[in-house]
């Protein structure tokens, strides 16, 4: 599966993205996806996670609350709604698609996109 990620961009604290991971190929909907960021000079960090059918959601601390990762199987498509951004949520961002198990770790998932910026001004 190939994945495309977008919707970043240059947003005020306290403001709202919606971020999409776009996938190609046809059984999509038997992969669990996980979002990723890495801002500069810090490793990569889980953010959230989603099962095969959406059912299951996972958030990492620092995020939960604020932002809601779904998936449209029929689309292809899995988002990030991130709301109440912060300074320090500016980071690239990546999605990535494994057909195992949901996992915070990222060398866990086979198949990344490519990335999208996020940048929150204070």
């Known amino acids: 599966v190939q994945l495309q990620a977008s919707g970043g961009g240059l947003v005020q604290a306290g403001g709202s993205l919606r971020l999409s991971c776009a996938a190609s190929?046809?059984?999509?909907?038997?992969?669990?996806v996980g979002w990723f960021r890495q801002a500069p000079g810090r490793g990569r960090e889980w953010v959230a996670a989603i099962n095969w059918s959406g059912g299951s959601t996972y958030y990492a601390d620092s995020v939960k609350g604020r932002f809601t990762i779904s998936r449209d199987n029929a689309e292809n498509t899995v988002y990030l709604q991130m709301n109440s951004l912060k300074p320090e949520d500016t980071a690239v961002y990546y999605c990535?698609?494994?057909?195992?198990?949901?996992?915070?770790?990222?060398?866990?998932?086979?198949?990344w996109g490519q990335g999208t910026q996020v940048t929150v001004s204070s």
């Open positions: 190929g046809r059984t999509f909907s038997s992969y669990v």
């Open positions: 990535a698609a494994d057909k195992r198990w949901i996992s915070r770790w990222s060398d866990e998932y086979a198949y």
